[in-house]
């Protein structure tokens, strides 16, 4: 499938310090463009106050039509990189369902699990 097909374009699970626990891109990028996304993505869900919209859609450096779905739980910020075609409250759902299956396999699930 061309890339440019893919609804999901990253899944990042980073720390309160911007450090990424988990990082899976669905395109192809280089390791400093990672790392540029995670520091951009990092800064902009992290100012956000968690009573606010989980959405963006300002991430200059994944570029136009992508949104950021995310949600904070504790210490991690778990953050979805999906295209126009894709539904905000669906992914939500998919952030749910994938904390609460980490959850059941290491029970209490915490940073360090991660890493």
């Known amino acids: 499938q061309n890339n440019n097909e893919l609804m999901i374009k990253a899944i990042l699970v980073i720390n309160n310090h911007g450090q990424a626990r ?3 891109f669905y395109t192809t990028t280089t390791s400093k463009k ?8 990092y800064s902009l869900v992290s100012k956000r106050s ?12 994944l570029g136009k039509g992508i949104k950021l779905i995310y949600r904070h739980y504790a210490t991690l910020y778990f953050v979805f990189a999906v295209d126009d075609s894709e539904s905000e409250l669906g992914i939500l ?5 994938f904390v609460e299956a980490l959850d059941k ?7 360090l699990d991660l890493i």
Request: overall charge negative; proline content about 0%.
């Open 50 to 61: 968690d009573t606010v919209c989980n959405f963006l859609e300002d991430c200059k450096s």
């Open 34 to 41: 990672r790392q540029e996304v995670i520091h951009e993505v």
């Open 22 to 24: 988990l990082q899976r």
């Open 93 to 97: 759902d998919l952030i749910q369902v």
């Open 105 to 111: 396999c290491f029970e209490n699930v915490c940073e």
